[in-house]
Structure formats: C-alpha cells, structure tokens
C-alpha cells in the first residue's frame, strides 16, 4: 500500500489546522491533519502497512468522527441524515460514518424514532400534520415509523376540539384577527390561502372559518 497523494482541503468547521486528503493506490482513503501527518511520518510515495492503515482508521478517524457527532449533539437532538450529511462533507467514507452511527444508537445518543415524537408534540398544535411530515421526511425519518407515530400522536377523536390541526388553526386565526366576523372577503380568501398553503386540511379550515 502506497501513499500516491497528499491534497491539502478546507478544515472542518472550528478549526484552525490545516487538513490533507490522504490517497491511498490512486484512492482517497481518510482526512488527517497537518502535526498527525507529521507523527506518523507520511508523506508521498511513503508504504504503508496494512496494521498502520487500520490503526490510523480505529486510533484517529473514528475517534475523531465519534467526538465530531457527540459534538453535534450536544446542544440539540439530530436524525441519522443529519450526522450522515455532515460527517460526509468532513471527508469520512461511509464504513466510518456507518460505525459513528452505529456506536451513537447503541448508547441512545441516537434515536429518529425519539427525534420525530419530540419534533411532532413540539409543532402539532402549530403547524399542519403534512408540513410536519415533509419536514421529517427530508430529515430522513423512515416513512413507515412516521406514519405510525404520527397515526398515534394525531388518534381521532369525538371531540374535535382535541384535534390537533383545529387548534393549530384557531391559533394562527387568532394571529391574524381578534374577530373573524369582521373579517372582509377579501381578507378571509386570504387567510383561508395562507392556511391552505401552510399544508392544513381544506375541511378543518372550513369549520374553523
């Protein structure tokens, strides 16, 4: 195994050191920084074996990409996609990036399930169950898992003042108006579009108007 190029790129975020793709036989192989490179002794044209390549990887990257996703959730909860995302464009390959995640689920650092529940009570009284679904579907929650949670958290009931939607409706109605009787036409077409382009339901706007 042969160190065929060295190519110095952007650090990541916070950080001040300069940071080198290492290529690997013709092929990018992990990211290291300038005083790493130097302890290991690497430099173009330099074997490398097997066990170095492997203690590079356990020693150095995947610590680093661990303490980089801890990092991330610190002060907020994250999707999978989200760690996935930015850990790709700190240049981890994805069996890196693969066994961070792995490692996070397994302590419960980790959870869409848990981080899809929070996002919905957070918002449901708020915002329209599609805009809540679009959302976390582009954060990459499995549709499946969010069709039941969502299934659970938005239970039919008799009482349709308990329903979700009609609250977060009246809500944003109680923001636009303190009462809708005085309300013109012109003005009630366009609440009724404001609200229909939020993602809520044609029928339950029409009760509440």
């Known amino acids: 195994m042969e ?3 060295i190519l ?3 650090a990541g ?4 050191k300069k940071a080198f793709k290492i290529y690997i036989d013709y092929t990018y192989a992990f990211l290291l920084y300038e005083n790493e490179i130097k302890h290991l002794q690497l430099s173009k044209g330099t074997d490398i074996s097997q066990d170095t390549y492997e203690a590079i990887l356990e020693d150095i990257i995947l610590k680093r990409a661990k ?4 990092n991330m959730l610190k002060y907020s909860d994250k999707t999978e996609k989200e760690i996935y995302i930015r850990l790709k464009n700190e240049y981890y390959n994805d069996d890196i990036i693969e ?3 792995e490692y996070l689920k397994d302590y419960n650092y980790l959870n869409d399930e848990r981080y899809a529940l929070n996002y919905i009570r957070s918002r449901k009284e708020t915002e329209s169950i599609l805009a809540i ?6 954060k990459g929650i499995n549709k499946k898992v969010l069709d039941k949670i969502i299934a659970r958290e938005y239970e039919i009931s008799d009482d349709e003042d308990n329903d979700p939607e009609i609250l977060a409706i009246k809500k944003i109605i109680g ?3 303190d009462d809708i009787t005085n309300l013109s036409f012109e003005k009630k077409i366009r609440l009724i579009n404001m609200l ?3 993602g809520f339901n044609s029928e339950k706007i029409n009760k509440c108007m």
Do not use: F, G, P
């Open 3 to 5: 160190i065929t190029d």
């Open 8 to 10: 110095e790129v952007k």
């Open 13 to 16: 975020q916070n950080t001040k």
């Open 67 to 70: 303490h980089k996703a801890l």
């Open 99 to 101: 066994r961070t995640i």
């Open 133 to 138: 679904k679009n959302k976390l579907l582009s």
């Open 175 to 177: 923001k636009y108006c």
């Open 196 to 198: 229909e382009r939020k």
